[in-house]
């Protein structure tokens, strides 16, 4: 189980030019938070912030039901990636009552990493379907859990109905290497995509 | 994984922006990164002054700001809009807003994330 090395320097490096953000997203309990947490540099950070609008069913959290707060925890990680360039990513939470949330992360946002479990996987459905409305790139990597069916990646397109072109990968969150792997091919395919202005 | 209670603090969001909901510009994104640029921080409110004595360690992201200090990232960019106003922080690296971020942005990206495995 290697994750990245964690620093006690909580600052950036002063010469730091430009900060990116990705979006690792999926339904409770896929990985989110330690994918995050297996690539981040320093420890991982969690920051709350408070809805606008009222979300119309809870989150089936077993230990929180009946909990009607509109406070949702995002957590996030960083990797400097070079004296200049810093990478920030951002777990969130894949529902759609949390579209305000989604609108203040996606500007900006290079593109999304969606997790997806093989147990579970019709509940990937709705972050895939916010992802496309707001016009957001996104690759697919399945969490490798210890007990879950593994499938080919024939029935796994099927099963998520993905575009021809989008990536599908295996990873297992709680491995660095495997992660980043999974961080490559989303941005790998993030330069095939063919409108690229400013380019 | 649970989410577990965080301490609250002792004066609420809307007492530490003085009732505002809303910064004084919109510049600021969860990954901006701001510096501090004055060392003085009289007549600063202490919500003001802990973010100031913060910042002044070094260069931190606007979501950084926020999980350091407990606060909203809403309530964050309202402090950080004010602070910016009254000169004691300056931000760079921001972020590009383009619909589709250039190529050599996205080639530092993968090359940097090479360079880790």
Redesign the interface.
Known sequence: MAS?PVSE??????T??????LLIVGHF?VGK?TFVGTLSEIRP??????MTQAGALVDD?N??NGKSTTTV??D?G??T??DQ????L?GAPGQQRFTQLWK??A??A?GALVLADTRRLEQSFEVMGLLEEF?MPYAVAVNDFDNAPSFPDTELREALDLLPETPLVTCDARD??SS??A??AL??Y??T?P????? | ???HR?ERALVR?HVVTGGRAHPTRNTF?????VVATRASFSGLTPEKRRLMELCR?????V??I???LS????VTKVLLSDLFDSGHIST??A???????????????????????
Do not use: C, W
């Open positions: 990245a320097d909580i600052y950036l490096p002063r730091v030019q430009t900060a990116v953000k309990a938070t950070l969690r920051t709350e912030e408070t959290l230990g929180v925890a995002l996030f960083r990797l990636l070079n360039l810093v990478l920030y951002f203040d992360l500007v900006g290079l016009g660095a290497g980043t792997r961080v490559i941005v790998e993030l330069l995509r409108v690229q202005e400013n380019a | 994984m649970t989410p965080r969001p994104d969860v990954v901006t990164v360690g070094g260069p931190l992201s979501a950084e926020a999980a350091h606060l909203p990232i809403s760079h690296a972020l590009p807003r383009t619909a589709h971020p250039d190529l050599q942005l996205l080639k530092d990206v993968l090359d940097g994330l090479r360079a880790r495995l």
